[in-house]
């Protein structure tokens, strides 16, 4: 079987080597990948955004299903000009991938299907934004519409720092048309989890559960970044996990039917539990990362076969087995502002099994730094104590200068 993912990071390096252990594998493409993973796939020399030469190189190579990683080329369409050129693809139509590319059509869609979710107003002036301020108290949510990378998202303790976003959003244009407009939202206090599922549009699967480590430094203290560590799987309540398969995944299924949604690919629901009721905070239409390299490990199922039927629209049973799996996160001097490229970067090669390259270049045969979070470690076990004893230890086989991992990454309990 010829694959192509798309992508570059560690997520996409994840799914490669899943892809390598399938006994149906046969040439593993992907595009624009990065030097770390030239031993796993053979990267294409393709601009992402580029549709046509995308569509052209499926043919030549004969691909058999395109697998796209990341949400830019879903929210751009990539799935529909690969689907209208008959090439199978895992990833939403573009017209669903506004799940995670407009958080207004996410809020209208969550709304229409009675899911519980914050209360939110659609604002689009600095005046309309403080004026519906009056509804809710502080802190005040003020989320662009559109895609901002994790940049989206304003947590204002006063209504001066609401101001202040607002006119940054609507005045400034600092993100562009993605905030044009925005929802102002209700704050919800609590925990918060990723529910991932695999669908065909019409029926699910429950991926193994993980829990991600978005701030940047040890007891979530620091910036939010794109994740810093995961583990999987993640233990919550019998009563919270059917109150989320009821008031929340099965709905949005329902809901994804109702719309008439091309949905073959990953739902991942961010969701917030206050007072052991959840809320959706969001969609994303992808798997999430450092998510998935925790998620597949856990995973039984030949992920070829599992990706290529689903690229068909056909679901099947996941069958999952009894590991658990931790990931770090080494990140660049100066993540996430101001990432630091160019540091070499060294390890002992008897851990390359555990490696996944995201933000990596090779010059003059040395790997190097090539942005923020630039590579990850990965352990499994019998147990969660097993897999973190071994994952600390593996962590210090790796060496770049100043570079940033936390250290408590699993030992918070949900
Ligand atoms: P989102 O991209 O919508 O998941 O938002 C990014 C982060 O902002 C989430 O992971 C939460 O930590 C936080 N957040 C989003 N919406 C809310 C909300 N309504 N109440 C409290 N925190 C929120
Ligand atoms: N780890 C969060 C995300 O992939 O969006």
């Not at 005045?171 to 905030?179: I, N, S, T």
Request: net charge neutral; charged share 20%; with cysteine.
């Amino acid at each position: 079987m010829n694959i192509l993912v798309i992508g570059s990071g560690g997520r996409e390096h994840a799914l490669i080597k899943s892809f390598k252990k399938s006994a149906t594998s046969k040439n593993i493409f992907v595009l624009p990948g990065n030097d770390g993973m030239a031993d796993d796939a053979t990267l294409v020399d393709i601009p992402q955004n580029n549709s046509e030469k995308i569509v052209s190189f499926c043919k030549s190579e004969k691909i058999n299903f395109v697998f796209i990683g990341p949400e830019d080329p879903l929210v751009n369409g990539l799935s529909d000009a690969l689907r209208e050129n008959d090439i199978l693809c895992v990833g939403p139509s573009k017209t669903a991938a506004q799940l995670e590319g407009s958080k207004i059509f996410a809020k209208n869609f969550m709304n229409q299907a009675n899911i519980p979710t914050a209360k939110s107003y659609v604002v689009t002036t600095v005046e309309n934004t403080v004026d519906k301020a009056q509804f809710f108290s502080a802190p005040y949510i003020l989320k662009a519409d559109g895609l901002a990378a994790g940049k989206g998202v304003f947590i204002c303790k006063t209504i001066d720092e609401l101001k202040s976003a607002a006119t940054d959003l609507f005045v400034h244009k600092k993100l562009g048309a993605a905030g044009d407009s925005a929802l102002l939202e209700e704050n919800l206090p609590g925990k918060e989890l990723s529910f991932l599922i695999l669908t065909n549009g019409k029926n699910y699967e429950a991926l193994p559960l993980a829990q991600d480590h978005k701030r940047l430094l040890n007891n979530d203290l620091g910036p939010n970044t794109g994740g810093m560590g995961t583990v999987a799987p993640m233990k919550i309540s019998d009563t919270l996990h059917q109150k989320i398969v009821d008031q929340i995944i099965k709905p949005s299924v329902s809901q994804i039917q109702n719309q008439n949604l091309l949905f073959r690919g990953i739902l991942f629901v961010g969701i917030m539990v206050v007072d052991d009721q959840p809320y959706a905070l969001e969609y994303n239409t992808r798997f999430g990362d450092p998510e998935t390299q925790v998620i597949l490990p856990l995973i039984e199922n030949d992920t070829c076969e599992l990706f290529f039927d689903l690229s068909k629209g056909i679901l099947n049973p996941i069958q999952k087995n009894n590991l658990h799996a931790v990931c770090i996160v080494n990140a660049a001097e100066g993540y996430p502002d101001h990432p630091v490229k160019n540091t070499p970067i060294f390890f002992n090669s008897e851990i390359k099994n555990h490696l996944l390259f995201a933000a990596v270049k090779k010059t003059n045969d040395c790997l190097v730094t090539n942005g923020g979070r630039v590579l990850n470690v990965v352990a499994t076990a019998a147990n969660q104590t097993e897999a973190l004893e071994k994952i600390y230890i593996l962590n210090q086989k790796i060496e770049f200068s100043n570079r940033q991992y936390r250290s408590d990454i699993g030992l918070k309990i949900f």
